[in-house]
């Protein structure tokens, strides 16, 4: 069974960091481009990030640039989005995707940005 199990969000003031990460299991992690979308109230979502399999080419929204860092560990089967100088307008729930063959999302996690 695939799963995709994003973690890491939450409630976080202007300027701050989250880390989020996304387990996955049931498919063969290393052979899967991975990246991080994300949904605001009343928008379409939207691609935040985006990693190769080996982690060797790297694609960031402009919105992003600078502030956002993908990773991720084929060992562990996982990928990470480090946030930091988090704005309001981040806000929004964040979805894990994987590509290959077949497309899989996770269920979300909420990162909230607001004093």
């Known amino acids: 069974q695939v799963q995709l199990v994003e973690s890491g969000g939450g409630l976080v003031q202007p300027g701050g960091s989250l880390r989020l990460s996304c387990a996955a299991s049931g498919f063969t992690f290393s052979t899967y481009t991975m990246s991080w979308y994300r949904q605001a109230p009343g928008k379409e979502r939207e691609l935040v990030a985006r990693?190769?399999?080996?982690?060797?080419?790297?694609n960031y929204a402009d919105s992003v640039k600078g502030r956002f860092t993908i990773s991720r560990d084929n060992a562990k089967s996982t990928v990470y989005l480090q946030m930091n100088s988090l704005k309001p307008e981040d806000t929004a729930v964040y979805y894990c995707?994987?590509?290959?063959?077949?497309?899989?999302w996770g269920q979300g996690t909420q990162v909230t940005v607001s004093s």
């Open positions: 990693i190769s399999t080996a982690g060797a080419s790297i």
């Open positions: 995707n994987a590509a290959w063959i077949l497309l899989y």
